[in-house]
């Protein structure tokens, strides 16, 4: 096809496989007419970076854009790539985040975009991001992006049905003498029997046992020397 041929001509970084360009042709021919291949072209001359690919002329034909989710969630991304190379540090303790970076009046991003980050690792996980991370990030984080309102509309309430509200729990222990068992209580509403008390007898008792067990032990020492 002529018009990439021309294309890569301006651009340059054509692809250097034997047939690609035939194929990119191919394939273009198949998901436009000449008239939409050219506006897509052009488009990728002003906003692509080198090298541009055949997915990137793909998606500028008409009728086949990114869909808004998807080019939100992707502007999301850089905006989130920009704060953390500029804001996020950590301190001595290894915790990350803006808070301990230089900037001390840093911008709020959004909350749908601090809580995609806090559901897919953390301020950690982007701030020490290596080339091979950052494909399986940039997805963990396009995936909790674009279920974010989804996860906001969810009735939290509904995720906890077992036992009573925690306030009445809690109000009913609290009423409880301090000798009873609080596990078996809670769980089978039998107070559990009171530990006994201890008392100076059986404290008296208990160190003579000890003395009585180390004579013992001083015994059989020295028998074992001799």
Known sequence: MSQLARFYSVMGHRPDEP???????????????????????????????????????????????????EAEARKAWDTLTAFVKRYVSNDVYGNYGPEHGWYKNFPR???????????????????????????????????????????????????????????????KVMERPEQESYDTTLAQGVPAKPFPSPTTANIADRREELRQQAATLRNKGARNAS
């Open 19 to 69: 047939g690609a360009r035939a194929l990119m042709a191919e394939m273009l021919t198949k998901s436009g007419t000449d008239d939409e291949i050219n506006t897509a072209l052009s488009r990728c001359a002003h906003e692509c970076r080198f090298p541009v690919h055949l997915p990137d002329i793909l998606q500028r034909i008409p009728g086949h854009e990114i869909p808004q989710p």
């Open 109 to 171: 991003l959004s909350d749908r975009i601090l809580d995609s980050v806090r559901r897919s690792g953390g301020w950690k996980v982007y701030a020490c991001m290596t080339d091979e991370d950052f494909p399986f990030t940039q997805k963990r984080f396009f995936e909790e992006y674009k279920a974010w309102q989804a996860v906001e509309k969810t009735d939290a309430n509904r995720m906890i049905t077992a036992g009573a509200p925690l306030k009445q729990i809690t109000a």
